[in-house]
């Protein structure tokens, strides 16, 4: 359900740009037009705007000229599966909820598909000291810090949880106790938590050698700081059509230089470029592994996930990339940790 519906609610003379700036700060993507404290009057979404604007109105015209005014509604005494079949039944992501009188109650959204069960393995590293974050990783792990409502690892296992995985495997060493402590084995959350327990550092990928149990499909090592929106699904399904090894998430990164930029032969320039920009693509800490790759890790021995990835290249066998373009931060400074609080809501909430 969508909380705080009066958030969303506008009188119907609001100009068309109040009524933007209520759909941006909410992010979801639909403004409801009340009179008289309660009684809906229409529904305005993106699309409604988009055609105000094409037949050339303007950002002042009120919200009446161009609301839907006969908006599909529920009856707030329905069952909640009747709610969900009219949404699928016109299309709909929200569906307003009306008593008797007419007046709305609440705001329902169209719930996502359930996702089959998948036994595929999820490691999460989460045994970092967060040194970068300090004072606030002082005396509680960085995978502990909350980012919006919640801490940072429930909003990671949740999100693959959400996607029909379960079996998860917590790479922990500093102030380890409190991960096993809040996570335990995972039923509040509906999934299996196993724990590896690291007696000393051993990188982003050494602690694999310690697995008890070799996993008989590929799985996913993923570091305990990392946020995002990517679909594991569609991952999964990449890494087997491209047949490989290993696959590394890659997300794009944009650098300007400052200044502008001269090309030089010897002495004599060639071209100028005024603050130009650079692009690369950078490890976003997400990975899809086939068991084997697990035989070139050494045995209890600091070994990153750089090390193995280039150990892999080196022998020569299938290495693939996989573009993340959905929402990605790692929150590794303090900078990155008060942005996620800020895109917490949009994404997670």
């Not at 009306?98 to 996502?112: H, P």
């Not at 070139?296 to 290495?319: G, S, W």
Request: charged share 25%.
């Amino acid at each position: 359900m969508a909380k705080h519906w009066k958030s969303i609610a506008v009188p119907s003379t609001a100009s068309m740009r109040t009524v933007m700036s209520v759909i941006d700060e909410s992010a979801m993507q639909i403004a409801l037009v009340i009179d008289d404290g309660c009684h809906l009057q229409g529904t305005i979404t993106d699309g409604d705007i988009r055609r105000a604007l094409l037949r050339g109105d303007s950002l002042d015209t009120p919200v009446s000229r161009f609301m839907n005014s006969n908006p599909i509604t529920g009856l707030v005494d329905e069952d909640p599966h009747i709610w969900q079949r009219t949404m699928e039944r016109y299309t709909l992501q929200h569906l307003p909820l009306l008593d008797a009188n007419g007046c709305i109650q609440e705001l329902v959204r169209k719930a996502q598909p359930k996702e089959p069960p998948r036994d595929n393995m999820v490691v999460l590293m989460a045994g970092g000291m967060g040194t970068r974050l300090r004072p606030l990783t002082q005396q509680r792990p960085k995978p502990l810090l909350k980012v919006g409502e919640k801490p940072i690892i429930q909003t990671i296992i949740e999100n693959f949880s959400s996607q029909g995985f379960h079996n998860f495997v917590l790479c922990i060493n500093y102030q380890g106790e409190q991960i096993k402590s809040f996570c335990g084995n995972g039923r509040q959350w509906g999934v299996k938590i196993d724990y590896i327990e690291e007696k000393k550092r051993l990188g982003t990928a050494g602690a694999l050698s310690l697995l008890t149990a070799r996993p008989d499909k590929p799985f996913f090592v993923m570091n305990g700081d990392v946020l995002t929106k990517v679909d594991f699904v569609r991952l999964l399904g990449f890494h087997e059509k491209q047949q490989n090894i290993a696959t590394m998430c890659v997300r794009e990164y944009r650098y300007q230089i400052p200044y502008g930029v001269v090309k030089l032969d010897q002495h004599r320039i060639i071209d100028l470029k005024e603050k130009p920009v650079e692009y690369y693509n950078v490890n976003a800490g997400v990975y899809f592994l086939e068991p084997t790759v697990l035989d070139r890790i050494p045995k209890n021995e600091y070994f990153d996930m750089t090390q193995l990835f280039e150990k892999l290249i080196t022998d020569n066998v299938q290495v693939g990339s996989f573009p993340l373009r959905e929402y990605w931060v790692d929150v590794g400074r303090m900078e990155d940790y008060e942005q996620a609080h800020m895109d917490y809501a949009v994404h997670f909430g």
